[in-house]
């Protein structure tokens, strides 16, 4: 009943930008938290950024100062500004959402479909 569709994936050369967007749908009542993880063959999962009540955001260490993520709780909807990009920011990106549960006392999560970016000469 929760969807994420994201967009704004593909190609860049180092030091480009790219805009990734996510939005949410279906049965949703209060978004807690939106943001991107992202994963590379051969390494973790990582959580790039996120914003918290469409308001505070952080960010992982490796892409503070490059990227910055946004929100428009209206449109339900977060965005992610990647700047200075870097062939190590390769990866999928997975968008993610974190509910609050009607009693707002637990969350629960659910993930977009996946965004290939590359960056390459």
């Known amino acids: 009943q929760v969807q994420l569709v994201q967009s704004g994936g593909g190609s860049a050369q180092p030091g480009g930008s790219l805009t990734l967007s996510c939005t949410a749908s279906?049965?949703?009542?209060?978004?807690?938290?939106m943001g991107w993880y992202r994963q590379a063959p051969g390494k973790e999962r990582e959580l790039v950024a996120q914003?918290?009540?469409?308001?505070?955001?952080n960010y992982a260490h490796t892409v503070e100062g490059r990227f910055s993520i946004s929100g428009d709780s209206a449109k339900k909807t977060a965005y992610l500004q990647m700047n200075t990009l870097k062939p190590e920011d390769t990866a999928i990106y997975y968008c993610?959402?974190?509910?609050?549960?009607?009693?707002?006392?637990?969350?629960?999560?659910?993930w977009g479909q996946g965004t290939q970016v590359t960056i390459s000469s």
């Open positions: 279906g049965n949703i009542r209060i978004i807690k938290t």
């Open positions: 914003i918290i009540d469409f308001y505070t955001t």
């Open positions: 993610y959402v974190r509910l609050l549960t009607r009693n707002n006392l637990d969350f629960t999560s659910h």
